[in-house]
Nanobody, 127 residues
Framework: QVQLVESGGGLVQAGGSLRLSCAASGRTFGSYAMGWFRQTPGKEREFVAGFKWSGPSTYYADSVKGRFTISGEYAKNTVYLQMNSLKPEDTAVYYC????????????????????WGQGTQVTVSS
């Protein structure tokens, strides 16, 4: 199982930027697609972006295309989510996950089936 630790959340004004980091560890971390999800109170956890080291390949939810960029730095065992032009509706707890076969599959797989999740990092965007 891959161990994941998120960081980089915070409070920003609308239109601002944040970069989230997901530090991964484990013998087979490079074998899994990884991605970011977000969740607000009372709502389902929703897919944001997926990434796989081979390629590399990426996949994004329509709501964040053109604003968010997912990337990875293999030597640091870290996946990033650069978030630009943030909107109040982006406010959520952001979670890193691993376990799907492809970046795109991160969007369709049931989140409860992923074997690895981070603890989450809060992102708050004010108007």
């Amino acid at each position: 199982q891959v161990q994941l630790v998120e960081s980089g959340g915070g409070l920003v004004q609308a239109g601002g930027s944040l970069r989230l980091s997901c530090a991964a560890s484990g013998r087979t971390f490079g074998s899994y697609a990884m991605g970011w999800f977000r969740q607000t109170p009372g709502k389902e956890r929703e897919f944001v972006a997926g990434f796989k080291w081979s390629g590399p390949s990426t996949y994004y939810a329509d709501s964040v295309k053109g604003r968010f960029t997912i990337s990875g730095e293999y030597a640091k065992n870290t996946v990033y989510l650069q978030m630009n032009s943030l909107k109040p509706e982006d406010t959520a707890v952001y979670y890193c996950a691993a376990g799907a076969a492809t970046a795109q599959a991160m969007a369709s797989a049931r989140p409860s089936l992923f074997p690895s999740w981070g603890q989450g990092t809060q992102v708050t965007v004010s108007s």
